[in-house]
């Protein structure tokens, strides 16, 4: 077998190794160490590998803690010792940054940090029966594969929740329909935690009746959604408390479905915001944005500060929410949601919703490009707050902010939301350079 020796991490957690000119990610390396592998693909200028043996182990390896993680394509990084994953997330943004968008933030501002294990509150679990590999899977999907892991524990899962998965396997392998369940979705409230079984044919009675069984036993709440996220009704309890999540710093509670986008790390949650806080440094009589604002996240403490807050969102559900949170705590008054398509912002869109002293931006993976490239004249805050979810997209979007539109990148750096996993969170301020 081909041995290399590791120069660094990929964006994906892989090991990168340069070996007769050609580029080699290799799974399970570390930067440091000398590895022999396995080639998975080939292509011209690179090749995917596996690690299959380690010469000289990195100090910062760490025994994986799940039993499934070779397997397992939710986690990547769990061979790797968690305050280095967030250094490497760190240089990851910062090598973002610079070639794509040929940037460097005036200030690196520290990782946020959580808890390693048990954070994960939201998770989507796959359900197939497959009779030729010993019946019912109920998992995370297999490392480059449809195939689900037939999933045990989960060491990023509550303990609570992973413990009872033995269970929850038992349980779907009993009901009519085994093979018409594709996913379980689950959502871990304050104090509720609720199940979303996608049934695509009713259930029997008899599955209710196991269904309502389990969910008694478990102390949870069962839900099925025959259709679409919005088609999620309750099963057992019929009229249950809701899911909520709470941000004491800022004295608000938000309510939320078990469908709804919410932030998986609840820990990280609170400090992201905090930080965000600090940054746009919200102030009586201004007038903020929270562009892709979901159910209120961030606008919710903003207005909390004392500003107007106007929040602008896709999906016409979410506004809702967010203005039911609002009125909840109080902050009716000084908030206003609406549904706008934001992928297709224009400088007229943007324009429309008044005159803003400071942006937030938190957009899907694909960024925000149209939203950077519709500001104008008219449209000119004098601080933005940019939470990202892909170091690409952000990086793309930051140089579109300097080079055209006169704004400074005073800093940046990650929060580790997804531990144990490539996923790099990151958060970057810009200020006007006409008006800082």
Same mark, same amino acid.
């Given at each position: 077998?081909?041995?290399?020796?590791?120069?660094?991490?990929?964006?994906?957690? &892989?090991?990168?190794?340069?070996?007769?000119?050609?580029?080699?990610?290799?799974?399970?390396?570390?930067?440091?160490?000398?590895?022999?592998?396995?080639?998975?693909?080939?292509?011209?200028?690179?090749?995917?590998?596996?690690?299959?043996?380690?010469?000289?182990?990195?100090?910062?390896?760490?025994? +994986?803690?799940?039993?499934?993680?070779?397997?397992?394509?939710?986690?990547?990084?769990?061979?790797?010792?968690?305050?280095?994953?967030?250094?490497?997330?760190?240089?990851?943004?910062?090598?973002?940054?610079?070639?794509?968008?040929?940037?460097? +933030?005036?200030?690196?501002?520290?990782?946020?940090?959580?808890?390693?294990?048990?954070?994960?509150?939201?998770?989507?679990?796959?359900?197939?029966?497959?009779?030729?590999?010993?019946?019912?899977?109920?998992?995370?999907?297999? &490392?480059?594969?449809?195939?689900?892991?037939?999933?045990?524990?989960?060491?990023?899962?509550?303990?609570?929740?992973?413990?009872?998965?033995?269970?929850?396997?038992?349980?779907?392998?009993?009901?009519?329909?085994?093979?018409?369940?594709?996913?379980?979705?689950?959502?871990?409230?304050?104090?509720?935690?609720?199940?979303?079984?996608?049934?695509?044919?009713?259930?029997?009675?008899?599955?209710?009746? &196991?269904?309502?069984?389990?969910?008694?036993?478990?102390?949870?709440?069962?839900?099925?959604?025959?259709?679409?996220?919005?088609?999620?009704?309750?099963?057992?309890?019929?009229?249950?408390?809701?899911?909520?999540?709470?941000? +004491?710093?800022?004295?608000?509670?938000?309510?939320?479905?078990?469908?709804?986008?919410?932030?998986?790390?609840?820990?990280?949650?609170?400090?992201?915001?905090?930080?965000?806080?600090?940054?746009?440094?919200?102030?009586?009589?201004?007038?903020?944005?929270?562009?892709?604002?979901?159910?209120?996240?961030?606008?919710? +403490?903003?207005?909390?500060?004392?500003?107007?807050?106007?929040?602008?969102?896709?999906?016409?559900?979410?506004?809702?929410?967010?203005?039911?949170?609002?009125?909840?705590?109080?902050?009716?008054?000084?908030?206003?949601?609406?549904?706008?398509?934001?992928?297709?912002?224009?400088?007229?869109?943007?324009?429309?919703?008044?005159?803003?002293?400071?942006?937030?931006?938190?957009?899907?993976?694909?960024?925000?490009?149209?939203?950077?490239?519709?500001?104008?004249?008219?449209?000119?805050?004098?601080?933005?707050?940019?939470?990202?979810?892909?170091?690409?997209?952000?990086?793309?979007?930051?140089?579109?902010?300097?080079?055209?539109?006169?704004?400074?990148?005073?800093?940046?750096?990650?929060?580790?939301?997804?531990?144990?996993?490539?996923?790099?969170?990151?958060?970057?301020?810009?200020?006007?350079?006409?008006?800082?």
């Amino acid at each position: 077998m081909p041995v290399a020796s590791i120069e660094s991490l990929d964006h994906e957690g &892989r090991g990168v190794a340069h070996v007769d000119g050609k580029a080699v990610f290799v799974d399970g390396a570390l930067p440091g160490e000398e590895v022999e592998y396995t080639v998975l693909r080939e292509r011209p200028s690179y090749a995917q590998a596996t690690v299959e043996r380690i010469f000289r182990p990195s100090a910062q390896r760490v025994a +994986p803690r799940c039993r499934h993680y070779r397997t397992c394509g939710g986690c990547s990084m769990q061979h790797l010792d968690a305050v280095a994953q967030a250094a490497a997330k760190q240089r990851i943004l910062e090598d973002a940054l610079w070639h794509i968008g040929k940037l460097r +933030p005036a200030i690196l501002y520290p990782a946020i940090h959580g808890p390693a294990w048990g954070y994960r509150d939201r998770a989507r679990l796959g359900v197939r029966l497959v009779p030729s590999k010993g019946g019912l899977r109920v998992g995370f999907h297999e &490392r480059r594969s449809s195939y689900i892991v037939d999933m045990r524990e989960c060491p990023v899962l509550p303990p609570r929740i992973s413990a009872l998965l033995p269970r929850l396997r038992e349980l779907i392998a009993g009901l009519s329909i085994p093979d018409r369940l594709p996913q379980v979705e689950i959502a871990v409230g304050d104090a509720v935690t609720v199940f979303v079984f996608r049934n695509l044919l009713p259930f029997s009675r008899a599955d209710e009746t &196991r269904l309502a069984a389990f969910a008694e036993a478990e102390g949870i709440q069962v839900w099925q959604q025959p259709g679409g996220p919005d088609s999620a009704i309750p099963l057992h309890p019929a009229d249950g408390p809701g899911l909520t999540y709470t941000l +004491p710093e800022f004295d608000v509670k938000m309510d939320f479905r078990p469908t709804d986008f919410t932030q998986v790390n609840v820990h990280i949650n609170r400090v992201l915001i905090r930080r965000s806080m600090q940054l746009l440094d919200p102030q009586p009589g201004e007038r903020i944005a929270d562009l892709f604002c979901g159910l209120g996240n961030f606008s919710l +403490p903003i207005a909390r500060r004392g500003a107007r807050l106007v929040g602008v969102e896709g999906s016409d559900a979410l506004v809702a929410r967010a203005l039911d949170n609002a009125r909840r705590n109080g902050l009716g008054q000084l908030t206003e949601f609406h549904a706008a398509n934001l992928f297709e912002a224009t400088e007229d869109s943007l324009a429309a919703l008044g005159p803003l002293d400071k942006l937030l931006i938190d957009p899907p993976r694909e960024g925000a490009i149209a939203v950077v490239k519709a500001l104008g004249p008219q449209q000119r805050p004098v601080r933005i707050v940019y939470v990202s979810c892909n170091p690409a997209t952000l990086a793309r979007d930051a140089a579109v902010l300097v080079r055209e539109k006169g704004y400074a990148l005073r800093g940046a750096g990650i929060a580790n939301m997804f531990p144990q996993t490539s996923h790099v969170e990151s958060i970057a301020l810009f200020e006007h350079s006409g008006r800082s």
